[in-house]
C-alpha cells in the first residue's frame, strides 16, 4: 500500500504536477528502510493494541494450554503447574500482525515476500488445527506426527519449487545493464549464481564467491528439510515463557540485514562477495515487521505469560524464518544464527537416539532448556541466558560475512 502511493507521486512527480512538489516528503515510501521500520512499528502497535482482546477472547473460548501430567514429565509438572489454564494459539496475534504489517508496508506481490508470507500463513494454519485438537480433546497431544509431518512436507516443497522455479528468485548476480552501469567497473559477472548452488560467507577468494556446491533439482528437497527443520526446531524451543519469541527477534533481526544487503549491488558484490538479487531486498519490510511483532507478542508472552504461542506460532515462525533464510542465499548461516534453535532440536534428536540404542538418557529432559531447569536454573535464568547466547550467535554470523 505505501509503495503503491510512492509509485502514484513518483508518477505525479515524474510529470511535474505541482501537488508532487508539495508532497514531496512521499519520496520516503520509496526506500525499504522506511517501509521496514513502519511494518516492524506497525506489527508492534497492533500485537500491543490487539493483544488484551485476543487474550480475553482466548479464555472466554476456554482454549487453555494443556500440561502434561507428572506421570509423564515427573518433577518438572510441579514447576509448570501454575501454567494451567493459560491461553495457547497466541500465535494468530503474530501471525495477524505480520501478515497486514506486509499488506501496508511492503511489496505483496514481490516474490521473495510472498513466498515467505504463503509458508508463514500455511504453516500458522497447520499449527493451528493442532492446537485447535489439543484443546479440544484437552491433551497435549494434537494432530499426529506423521500427519502433521506429511502437511509441513507439502507445504515446504511448494515453497521450494516456486523458489527454484520462479525466474526473480533463482537467478542471483548482477544483470547485465547492472553491470555495464556500475561505476566501480567491477566484473560483476564473476559473481553469478545459480539456485542450485550452496554457499557459506567463508568460501570465497579474489572476490568472487564460491559455492561449496551445486545440488541441481535435489536443491529442491534440500530446501524444505530447511523449512521443515527450522519450523520443528522453532517449535520445540517454544516451552519457556518468552524464550522463542526473544530468540526469533534476534535471528529475525540478523536476516533482515542480510536480506538488505543482499538486495544492494555494492554492498553484495563488492564489499561483502554474498549473494546478490536485486528483489530480496523487500524482504528485509517482512523480517522487520515480524521482529515488531514479536516483540510486541512478548509484551504478554514474557514470564510469567499471560497467553502462549502455541504450534500456530511456532511453526508459522520457524517456517519464515527458513524460507527466508533460503531467499537470501544463506541457509547454512542458519545453524550459526538460529543456534539455540539448533541446539534445542539436536538436543531431542540425541535424546531420543541414545534411548534407542543405549536404553540411557543424556540428558535430565529433552528439549534442553528443561534439562537445566531440572538441574536447578530458574525459567528466567534459562530465558535470559538462551537469549544472550541467541544474540552472541546472530552477531557472530554476521561477522562471518567479511571474513576472507
Not at 511489496?107 to 489439543?134: E, I, W
Not at 524464550?243 to 538486495?263: D, E, F, K, Q
Not at 519464515?320 to 548461516?333: P, R, S, Y
Not at 534439562?371 to 536447578?376: A, P
Amino acid at each position: 500500500m505505501l509503495y503503491a502511493i510512492y509509485e502514484w507521486w513518483k508518477a505525479a512527480a515524474d510529470a511535474n504536477k505541482e501537488w508532487a512538489h508539495t508532497f514531496s516528503f512521499l519520496n520516503l515510501l520509496g526506500y525499504i528502510t522506511f517501509r521496514a521500520a513502519m511494518g516492524c512499528l506497525l506489527a508492534f502497535v497492533i500485537s500491543v493494541i490487539a493483544g488484551p482482546r485476543v487474550i480475553r477472547r482466548l479464555i472466554s473460548l476456554k482454549v487453555g494450554q494443556p500440561i502434561r501430567t507428572a506421570e509423564e514429565v515427573h518433577k518438572l509438572a510441579e514447576l509448570h503447574g501454575g501454567k494451567v489454564g493459560t491461553p495457547t494459539m497466541g500465535g494468530v496475534l503474530i501471525l495477524g500482525a505480520v501478515l497486514v504489517s506486509v499488506f501496508v508496508c511492503a511489496r505483496p506481490l514481490n516474490p521473495f515476500v510472498a513466498v515467505c508470507s504463503c509458508t508463514m500463513a500455511a504453516l500458522g494454519l497447520l499449527g493451528f488445527c493442532d492446537d485447535y485438537k489439543k484443546v479440544k480433546q484437552k491433551k497435549s497431544d494434537g494432530v499426529s506426527a506423521r500427519t502433521k509431518l506429511f502437511w509441513q512436507l507439502v507445504i515446504a516443497l511448494v515453497a521450494a519449487c516456486f523458489i527454484y522455479f520462479k525466474k526473480e528468485i533463482s537467478g542471483f548476480g548482477a544483470s547485465p545493464e547492472e553491470i555495464r552501469s556500475h561505476a566501480a567497473g567491477f566484473c560483476l559477472g564473476k559473481q553469478s549464481l545459480g539456485i542450485g548452488e550452496i554457499c557459506f560467507p567463508l568460501f570465497k577468494a579474489d572476490g568472487v564467491k564460491k559455492s561449496i556446491i551445486d545440488l541441481g533439482f535435489l536443491i529442491i528437497p534440500f530446501f524444505a528439510a530447511i523449512i521443515i527443520g527450522s519450523s520443528n526446531a522453532v517449535n520445540l524451543t517454544d516451552g519457556l515463557d518468552g524464550l522463542a519469541t526473544g530468540c526469533t527477534i534476534t535471528v529475525a533481526l540478523a536476516y533482515t540485514v542480510l536480506a538488505y544487503l543482499a538486495g544492494h549491488l555494492y554492498m553484495a558484490t563488492d564489499y561483502l562477495v554474498i549473494p546478490y538479487n536485486r528483489y530480496v531486498g523487500e524482504l528485509a519490510v517482512l523480517l522487520l515487521s515480524l521482529v515488531g511483532a514479536g516483540f510486541g507478542f512478548l509484551w504478554f508472552n514474557c514470564h510469567p505469560a499471560k497467553v502462549f504461542m502455541g504450534d500456530t506460532g511456532s511453526l508459522a515462525i520457524g517456517g519464515a524464518i527458513g524460507t527466508a533464510a533460503i531467499c537470501v542465499k544463506q541457509e547454512l548461516l542458519l545453524v550459526i544464527i538460529g543456534g539455540v534453535f539448533v541446539m534445542e532440536a539436536l538436543s531431542v534428536m540425541l535424546q531420543v537416539g541414545s534411548f534407542k540404542l543405549r536404553k540411557k538418557r543424556i540428558f535430565a529432559m529433552a528439549p534442553i532448556h528443561h534439562h537445566f531447569e531440572l538441574r536447578g536454573w530458574h525459567e528466567s535464568q534459562v530465558i535470559i541466558r538462551f537469549w544472550i547466547m541467541s544474540i552472541m550467535l546472530a552477531l557472530f554470523g554476521l561477522a562471518l560475512l567479511k571474513i576472507a
